[in-house]
């Protein structure tokens, strides 16, 4: 069996604020569509299920993030999640400059949990937390190839 990661998928509360978001961070949006009707309420369990969607792409063309935005049923508010909380944890970004991720981050009101740390002079990363809750961790490495 071959087995290949095709994405991570996001149910969020405003898509367009979602989009840019990851698109000013530099992801591309390479498709949008309305879905609903007998296919989706099969694959994804939802008697009518009825979304908005957008596939985004990070410019490598390795990644990819299908965010969601529920038309029906009504999506479901819970508070936004915690490190170590079970289940979808975050998305996780390399990045060339964190001070500049941060930067873009912070003019869409998203900001770090803590601060900026140093993992052993390797790595220096941090979890923001994104719109609808995301939470999105940076990590720019710090001893380059």
């Known amino acids: 069996m071959v087995i290949r990661f095709e994405n991570v998928g996001i149910a969020v509360r405003d898509l367009e ?3 840019a978001f990851f698109t000013d961070l530099g992801l591309t949006v390479v498709g949008r569509d309305t879905v609903s009707g007998e296919w989706t309420d099969t694959a994804v369990g939802l008697d009518g299920n009825h979304a908005r969607i957008a596939m985004l792409q990070t410019p ?15 999506a479901i508010e819970t508070e936004p999640t915690m490190p170590n909380e079970i289940g979808m944890h975050r998305v996780a970004f390399s990045v060339d400059d964190i001070d500049a991720a941060l930067e873009i981050a912070a003019r869409h009101g998203c900001h770090p949990l803590r601060g900026v740390a ?3 002079d ?11 809750g995301i939470i999105v961790m940076f990590a720019e490495e710090l001893k380059k190839a």
């Not at 490598?60 to 009504?74: A, N, S, T």
């Open 122 to 132: 390797v790595y220096k990363l941090t979890y923001v937390r994104g719109p609808s």
């Open 118 to 120: 140093t993992y052993q």
């Open 60 to 74: 490598d063309g390795h990644g990819q993030i299908e965010l969601f935005e529920y038309i029906h049923p009504d």
């Open 17 to 19: 604020a979602t989009i």
